[in-house]
C-alpha cells in the first residue's frame, strides 16, 4: 500500500509556519484589541485578587490550585522542557504511577497502565486538552482512543494529574485517572524559535514557535514537520502539525482565548511478534510480520475558551468542535482465522464532534463556595471494518455503523473551609448518554438506548501543621458503553463467529475509588507524600483490541499504595522518586487481573541552571505484571535522558533513549496466533510482544530570534 510523501511539504511548513505567526501576531497587536494586553508580570498566588498594575506591568496572579487528593500532581514548564520526548505522549511519562506503551508506532495511540488498570488506548484514562476532551468515544480501534500526536510538545506549559475519580469535573472515561494539559509559552521561552532535530533512526524534526514577548503566556503559534525512519522494521512514521492560540479580549479580569489546530500522520504498524519465533532464531527482535501495513490520521480542533475571576465568581467556558479521520490497517494473528485470505482489516472511522464544558464557583460567604461543571457533547461517527487479503485488496466487511450519541453532565457542588485547618469539597455528577445506532451490516436496522449514572464525589483535607496534611477522598467514575454494544443480540447465533458478537451489553461502567494520604514537607528542600487506595467496581467489562474481544466479566478489587519523595536542593533543580504497588484481584474467584503491573517505579530529574546547562532524567523499573489466560510478562528497567546549554540566542540538546541498551519488550500479550504456514497452525495462546526503542540518539538545535 503506497502512502503519501510528506517530506515535500516538511520542508516548507517551517518557512509557511513561521510567515503565518508573524503575520497573525502582528495583526492582532494592531488590532484595537491590542490595548487590553500590556506587558505582564506573572505571580503565582493563591486566590487574592492582583493590584491593577505594578510599575510598567499589569500583574496577573495565577490560583496554585487546590490540592485535594495526596496523589494529584501539577507538573512544570521546567520538567517539561528537559524530558526526554519524541512526541507529546511521552510527556505522560511525567505523571507518577502512569505506564505507556507504544505496540503500535507513532502517530497510533499508546495503551496506558494505572491503578491496576489496563486502560486500552484511553478507555479508563481521561484527557482534556484544556477544557477540551479528547478521548473518543466508540471509536472502532478501541472505546475512548487517545492520540495525541497533534499536540506539538513545545507548547504544553503543565500538566495536572488526579488519581481516581474525585473531583466533580471528572466525566467520562475517568474511571482511573484524569490529565489534562494546559498549552502556553512561559515568559523565559518566549519570542520566536526555530529547532531542527535529528536522530540515530533517520530521523529530522523541525518546529517553530512564535510567542510574542509583549503578549501574555496564552498568546503563541506552532509548527512541527517530522520523518522518522524507526528503529525496526514498519516503523517508518511522518506528521505535519500546527497549533496556535491567540487571546482576543481581555477587560476586568476575564478573558477570551481562541485555539486551533490541524494535524497529519502517517505511519506504519509493525503488529507485534510471536516470543517463540524471536528465541528460535526464526525471526528477529525487532522484525515485523506485517510489512506494508500502516495507518493514517487526519485532526481539525477548534476552540473558544472565555475564563476570568473576580471577588465573588470563577469561570472557565469552552465551546469546542473537532473533525477527525482515523485509518489503521492491522493484522495481529497472521492466518488464523482466514487462511486463505489473512486475518489482516482495515478500520476507517470518520466523525465530527462538538461541544461545551462550564467550570464555574461562586462565593457563598467567607467559607462556602458554590461550585458548579458539566457539558454536553455531541459525537457523529461513521466507522467501518474491511477484511484484507495478503495483496492489501478487500475481500469482505466485518462491521459497517452509523453513530449519533449525546453525552450531557451536571456537577452541582460545594466547597467549605470548616475550620481555619480544615476543607471539605463535595456534590454529585449526572451523566445522560443517548445512542442512536444504524447498523448497515444488520440491512440497516436502528438500535438505541439512553443511561443515566450518578456519580457522588468527596475529598477532604486538613493541614495538622503548616506543612503537614492529611487527605481523604471518595468518588465514583464512570464510563459510558461503546455505542456497538447496542446492536449486539444477548447471545451469538450458533454457527456465527463470535468476534462479530464481541462488545459486552450496554451498561454503565462504573469504579468506586477510595483514598486517604498526607504529604508532609519538612523543609523547603523536599516533600513526600504517600496514599493508600482502593478501586471496587460491581461489574466489569475488558476489551481485549489486539484480539478483538469485549468480555463481561464478574466484580473486580484494586488495592493498591503509591508514595513519592520530591527533593528540590536548589531552586534549578528538582529531583523526585515514586512508588506504585497495586493488588487487584476478580472478587469471586481471586484471579489476578490482566494488563497492569503490579509495581512500577520511577525517578525523574529536572535541571534548569541560571547559567544556561540543562538536563533531565528519567528512569523507571517495571515489575512482572500478569497477561490472560495466567501467563506472566517480564520485568524491564530502562533510562533515558537528556542534556544541553542554552546561550541567549542558541540551544543545543542531546537526548539518549534507553542509555543503558537495555532489549526490552515494551508490550507484552499472551493470544494464538498463526504466521508461518509451513508450521502446523494452533490456537494455544503464545506470548507476543512489542519490542521497545534500543539506544537512540537525538541532538536539536534551536535558534531564538
Do not use: C
Not at 488590532?31 to 485578587?49: G, L, Q, R, T
Not at 475529598?459 to 481523604?472: G, P
Not at 459486552?504 to 516533600?527: C, H, I, Y
Amino acid at each position: 500500500m503506497k502512502r503519501p510523501n510528506l517530506l515535500p511539504l516538511a520542508r516548507l511548513a517551517p518557512a509557511v509556519t513561521f510567515a503565518l505567526g508573524v503575520a497573525w501576531t502582528s495583526a492582532a497587536q494592531a488590532s484595537p484589541w491590542a490595548a487590553w494586553h500590556p506587558p505582564e508580570k506573572i505571580v503565582v498566588a493563591a486566590n487574592d485578587p492582583a493590584p491593577a498594575t505594578d510599575g510598567d506591568y499589569r500583574v496577573v496572579r495565577v490560583r496554585a490550585g487546590d490540592r485535594v487528593t495526596a496523589s494529584s500532581r501539577r507538573i512544570g514548564a521546567d520538567q517539561i522542557a528537559t524530558t526526554p520526548r519524541r512526541s507529546a505522549e511521552d510527556l505522560l511519562r511525567l505523571v507518577p504511577g502512569l505506564l505507556i506503551v507504544q505496540h503500535g508506532n507513532q502517530g497510533k495511540g499508546y495503551q496506558f497502565y494505572v491503578r491496576g488498570f489496563d486502560a486500552v488506548h484511553g478507555a479508563d484514562l481521561e484527557f482534556t486538552l484544556g477544557q477540551i476532551p479528547i478521548n473518543e468515544p466508540s471509536n472502532i480501534h478501541a472505546h475512548g482512543y487517545l492520540d495525541l500526536a497533534f499536540v506539538i510538545p513545545e507548547v504544553v506549559r503543565q500538566i495536572d494529574a488526579t488519581k481516581g475519580a474525585f473531583g466533580l469535573r471528572q466525566g467520562n472515561f475517568a474511571t482511573a485517572a484524569s490529565i489534562r494539559y494546559e498549552l502556553g509559552v512561559p515568559k523565559p521561552m518566549r519570542g520566536t524559535r526555530v529547532s531542527y532535530e535529528v536522530g540515530s533512526t533517520n530521523r529530522h524534526r523541525v518546529a517553530v514557535v512564535h510567542a510574542p514577548r509583549r503578549r501574555g503566556e496564552e498568546t503563541f503559534i506552532a509548527g512541527e514537520a517530522m520523518f522518522d525512519g524507526g528503529y525496526g522494521e514498519n516503523r517508518r512514521a511522518e506528521r505535519l502539525s500546527t497549533m496556535g492560540q491567540l487571546r482576543l479580549f481581555e477587560r476586568d479580569g476575564y478573558a477570551l482565548d481562541a485555539l486551533a489546530s490541524l494535524y497529519r500522520g502517517n505511519f506504519g504498524l509493525p503488529g507485534t511478534v510471536r516470543l517463540d519465533d524471536v528465541r528460535s532464531g526464526r525471526t528477529g527482535f525487532y522484525d515485523a510480520y506485517t510489512a506494508g501495513l500502516g495507518g493514517r490520521s487526519d485532526r481539525a480542533l477548534v476552540g473558544l475558551r472565555v475564563r476570568g475571576q473576580d471577588d465573588d465568581d470563577r469561570l472557565a467556558l469552552t465551546l469546542w468542535g473537532r473533525a477527525r479521520r482515523l485509518r489503521l490497517d492491522e493484522n495481529y494473528t497472521g492466518f488464523l482465522a482466514f487462511p486463505t485470505h489473512g486475518d489482516a482489516h482495515r478500520q476507517v472511522q470518520d466523525s465530527a464532534a462538538v461541544g461545551i464544558d462550564l467550570d464555574f464557583e461562586r462565593g457563598l460567604g467567607r467559607r462556602t463556595r458554590l461550585l458548579l461543571g458539566g457539558g454536553w457533547r455531541g459525537d457523529a461517527i461513521d466507522a467501518h471494518e474491511d477484511r484484507l487479503d495478503t495483496s492489501g485488496a478487500v475481500w469482505g466487511r466485518s462491521r459497517d455503523l452509523s453513530i449519533l450519541q449525546h453525552g450531557v453532565g451536571l456537577a452541582p457542588g460545594v466547597r467549605v473551609q470548616a475550620a481555619p485547618w480544615l476543607l471539605l469539597e463535595g456534590g454529585a455528577r449526572v451523566d445522560v448518554f443517548d445512542f442512536r445506532v444504524r447498523d448497515r451490516m444488520q440491512a440497516n436496522k436502528r438500535f438505541g438506548g439512553t443511561l443515566v449514572q450518578v456519580s457522588p464525589r468527596f475529598a477532604a483535607r486538613a493541614t495538622i501543621r503548616e506543612r503537614w496534611q492529611l487527605f481523604a477522598a471518595y468518588g465514583r467514575g464512570l464510563r459510558s458503553p461503546e455505542a456497538r454494544a447496542f446492536t449486539l443480540p444477548s447471545k451469538p447465533p450458533e454457527n456465527a463467529e463470535v468476534d462479530e458478537y464481541a462488545g459486552g451489553k450496554p451498561f454503565m461502567t462504573s469504579t468506586d475509588n477510595a483514598e486517604v494520604g498526607a504529604r508532609v514537607q519538612p523543609s523547603e528542600l523536599f516533600d513526600v507524600g504517600m496514599s493508600a487506595f482502593g478501586i471496587w467496581i460491581g461489574r466489569e467489562s475488558v476489551f481485549d483490541h489486539v484480539s478483538g474481544f469485549n468480555v463481561e466479566l464478574g466484580a473486580t478489587r484494586r488495592l493498591g499504595v503509591e508514595a513519592d519523595v520530591q527533593v528540590h536542593p536548589t531552586r534549578w533543580l528538582d529531583l523526585g522518586v515514586d512508588v506504585t504497588a497495586v493488588h487487584g484481584r476478580f472478587v469471586a474467584s481471586g484471579g489476578k487481573i490482566a494488563g497492569a503491573p503490579p509495581v512500577f517505579v520511577q525517578l525523574q530529574g529536572a535541571l534548569v541552571h541560571p547559567l544556561g546547562f540543562r538536563a533531565g532524567l528519567r528512569w523507571f523499573v517495571l515489575g512482572p505484571r500478569p497477561l490472560a489466560y495466567g501467563a506472566k510478562a517480564g520485568a524491564a528497567t530502562v533510562v533515558d535522558a537528556s542534556i544541553g546549554y542554552r546561550m541567549r540566542w542558541a540551544q543545543i540538546d542531546l537526548s539518549v533513549d534507553n542509555v543503558i541498551g537495555t532489549k526490552w519488550r515494551e508490550g507484552e500479550y499472551n493470544f494464538a496466533s498463526w504466521w508461518d504456514q509451513r508450521r502446523r497452525a494452533s490456537k494455544v495462546p503464545s506470548i507476543q510482544y512489542v519490542a521497545g526503542p534500543p539506544r537512540m540518539f537525538r541532538v536539536a538545535a534551536t535558534v531564538f530570534f
